[in-house]
C-alpha cells in the first residue's frame, strides 16, 4: 500500500447546490471528478480534520465505487478512523446521527436524494460538518473555490474494503469500521417516541402502509416499524434499495408516489400510509383519501409536539424555508414561540438548531425534523404521526381537520416546470426582479400586494448573509406567489411557482387545491409570463 499523488486539472461547475453537488452519473464516471471534489473537501478541512469521518450513501449506482475512492481518498489525508455503514448504505439522517453519536469530525453523505438513479440517472455528494448537518456556505464556497484550483490529488492504492462484513479493516494507518447502518439511528428514534404504545396500536389492528420507493429507508422502515413496532411484514413495501430505484423517481409526494395515493384512495385502504426519498431525508403522510401537505404537517407536528416523549416539555421555536406555507407562523404565535424563515435547503436551519432557538424545522418539499439531528428526517415524521395516532385515538383526517378548524387552512401548492431552457428562466427571474420596486401596493385581480422582494436571509446567529432567494409577492390578506430556481436539478433549469392562498372559514375548507388557487396562478403568469417565455402550457409536476 502507498499513497499516489495524482496531477489532475480542475472540472467547471463543482460548486454544491441546495443539497451539495447533484451532476448526471455519466459527468462523476468522469476520470478525476469526484476525485477532485473529494480532494478539495479535503483541502477545504484542512488540518485538524484527522479524527474520524462518516461514509455513506443511499445505495444508488455509483455509491460502491465512490465509497471505495473516498475510503482511499481519506487513508491518504490522515483521516485516523472512517465509519463507514454496511454496504456502503447510510441515510442522509442516519449520517447525521451517527455523526453526532461518535462525535466525528464530519461526514460525506453519497446521494442526489429525490432525483432518478441508475447509470443514466443522477449522483450526488455533499459534506456535513461536526454537528451532523449540511455544511454552510461558507464551507461549500470554499470547497467550489478550491475544485477551481487543485493540481493533483492524494489517493491510496490499497485493494477495495469488504463493505458488506461488519468489523475493522485498515488502509494505511486509517482504521475503517463498517457498521450496522440502522442501530444507533433505531435507538435514537426509541428515545424520542413512545414505541409502546405505538406497538399497542399494531397490536390493536391498525394498518399502515410504509413505500420506501426501493430507496434506503427500506431497512430502517424494516427494522424500527416491522422490527421493534410489530407492524405485520409487508408494511413495508419497496423496501429493497436497488440501485436504480427500481427505474422510479424516488420523490415521495402525491405524483411519484401514486401506487401508495391508489392504496390510500381505494376501497380497503389502510389506516395510514406514508413514504420517503431516495436518501431517506424526505417524508410524505396519507390518510385515507388525503395526503397531508408537507406545510400542514409542520404546523400539525408542531401543534401536537408534546404528545411525543422526546419533546414533552415543549418546543423552543420553529424554521420554515420561505417557500414553505405560514400555516406553522400560525401555531408559532399561539404557542408564543418565534417562527423563522429561512433560505431553501436544510443548511440554513443548522445555526438556528445549535442555538436553540428552534426545535422543529420544515420545508415544502415533504422535508420535516427536529434537533434530534441536523437533517431533515423521514422516519422521524412518520413515527411522529404514528405517536400522535395512538396518543390521540384519532385518524389522520380527523387530526386535519381539527387543526385546520382550530388555525385556518393554507391552501398550497408547488408547480414546478422541469428542465426548461436555463437562459430563459434566468430571464423570468431577472425580469420579475425588475419589476419588484412597482408591484408593491399594486391591485392584482382583486389582490393588493403588500410586499414584494427577491428574499435575503440574514442569520441571526453568525450574521451571514444570503441573497436572492427567492421572488416573494406578499398579498395584503397574506396569500403569495413564490418564484425560485431549483438548486437541485441536473437538467437545464427548473422554475418552482409556490402558492399559498390562507382561509380561516371552516366552511371554505373542503375546496380543490388547484381551484383554490387558480387566481393566483393567473396571476402569476401574468407578472412573469411563464409559459410564454418558457414555451410550457402547463407545469411537469404539481404537488
Ligand atoms: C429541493 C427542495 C428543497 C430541499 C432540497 C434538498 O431543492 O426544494 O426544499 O431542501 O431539494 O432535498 P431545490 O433547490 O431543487 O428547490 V433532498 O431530499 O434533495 O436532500
Ligand atoms: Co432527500
Not at 481519506?74 to 463507514?84: C, K, N, P, T, W
Not at 431517506?280 to 383519501?289: F, K, L, P, T
Not at 380527523?398 to 401548492?413: K, L, M, P, T
Request: a negative charge; glycine letters at 12%.
Amino acid at each position: 500500500m502507498t499513497i499516489q499523488t495524482v496531477a489532475t486539472t480542475p472540472f467547471a461547475g463543482q460548486r454544491p447546490g441546495t443539497s451539495g453537488l447533484r451532476k448526471k452519473v455519466t459527468e462523476f464516471q468522469q476520470p478525476g471528478y469526484l476525485e477532485n471534489f473529494v480532494e478539495a473537501i479535503f483541502l477545504t478541512l484542512g488540518e485538524g480534520a484527522e479524527r474520524s469521518l462518516v461514509v455513506g450513501g443511499d445505495g444508488r449506482y455509483f455509491n460502491r465505487q465512490a465509497v471505495q475512492t473516498i475510503l482511499r481518498m481519506a487513508a491518504a489525508h490522515g483521516i485516523e478512523r472512517v465509519l463507514v455503514g454496511r454496504g456502503g448504505i447510510l441515510s442522509t439522517p442516519a449520517v447525521s446521527c451517527v455523526i453526532r453519536k461518535h462525535a466525528a469530525f464530519g461526514g460525506i453523505v453519497l446521494s442526489a436524494s429525490h432525483n432518478p438513479g441508475g447509470p443514466d440517472g443522477d449522483f450526488g455528494i455533499k459534506y456535513n460538518i461536526e454537528n451532523g448537518g449540511p455544511a454552510p456556505e461558507k464551507i461549500t464556497e470554499a470547497i467550489f473555490a478550491n475544485t477551481q484550483t487543485l493540481t493533483a490529488y492524494r489517493i491510496s492504492d490499497a485493494p477495495p474494503v469488504d463493505l458488506d462484513v461488519l468489523g475493522t479493516t485498515r488502509i494505511e494507518n486509517m482504521v475503517v469500521e463498517v457498521i450496522d447502518p440502522v442501530a444507533d439511528y433505531a435507538g435514537l428514534m426509541a428515545r424520542l417516541f413512545d414505541f409502546d404504545a405505538i406497538r399497542a396500536l399494531f397490536a390493536r389492528g391498525f394498518s399502515m402502509r410504509f413505500d420506501a420507493m426501493h430507496a434506503v429507508s427500506g431497512p430502517y422502515a424494516h427494522a424500527i416499524l416491522e422490527g421493534m413496532l410489530g407492524a405485520p411484514s409487508g408494511t413495508v413495501i419497496n423496501g429493497v434499495p436497488r440501485e436504480d430505484f427500481g427505474g422510479g423517481h424516488p420523490d415521495p409526494n402525491p405524483v411519484n408516489a401514486a401506487e401508495l395515493i391508489a392504496l390510500m384512495n381505494g376501497p380497503g385502504a389502510p389506516d395510514f400510509g406514508a413514504a420517503s426519498d431516495g436518501d431517506g431525508d424526505r417524508n410524505m403522510i396519507v390518510g385515507r383519501r388525503l395526503a397531508v401537505t408537507p406545510s400542514d404537517s409542520l404546523a400539525i407536528i408542531a401543534a401536537n409536539a408534546t404528545v411525543a416523549p422526546g419533546y414533552k416539555h415543549g418546543i423552543s421555536g420553529i424554521a420554515r424555508s420561505m417557500p414553505t406555507s405560514t400555516a406553522a407562523d400560525r401555531v408559532a404565535d399561539a404557542l408564543g414561540i418565534s417562527c423563522f424563515e429561512t433560505p431553501t435547503g436544510w443548511k440554513y436551519f443548522g445555526n438556528l438548531m445549535d442555538a436553540n432557538l428552534v426545535t422543529l424545522c420544515g420545508e415544502e418539499s415533504y422535508g420535516t425534523g427536529s434537533h434530534h439531528i441536523r437533517e431533515k428526517d423521514g422516519l422521524w415524521a412518520v413515527l411522529f404521526w404514528l405517536n400522535l395516532l395512538a396518543a390521540s385515538g384519532k385518524g389522520v383526517e380527523q387530526i386535519v381537520r381539527e387543526h385546520w378548524a382550530r388555525f385556518g387552512r393554507n391552501y398550497y401548492s408547488r408547480h414546478d416546470y422541469e428542465a426548461v431552457d436555463a437562459g430563459a428562466a434566468d430571464q423570468m427571474m431577472q425580469a420579475l426582479r425588475e419589476q419588484l420596486p412597482e408591484l408593491a401596493g399594486r391591485r392584482l385581480d382583486g389582490h393588493h400586494v403588500a410586499e414584494a422582494d427577491d428574499f435575503v436571509y440574514n442569520d441571526p446567529v453568525d450574521g451571514s448573509v444570503a441573497t436572492r432567494q427567492g421572488i416573494r409577492i406578499i398579498m395584503s390578506d397574506g396569500s403569495r406567489i413564490v418564484f425560485r430556481l431549483s438548486g437541485t436539478g441536473t437538467e437545464g433549469a427548473t422554475i418552482r411557482l409556490y402558492l399559498e392562498r390562507y382561509e380561516p372559514d371552516p366552511a371554505r375548507h373542503d375546496l380543490d387545491t388547484q381551484e383554490a388557487l387558480r387566481r393566483l396562478a393567473e396571476i402569476a403568469d401574468d407578472i412573469s409570463g411563464l409559459r410564454r417565455r418558457t414555451g410550457r402550457e402547463s407545469p411537469t409536476v404539481i404537488t
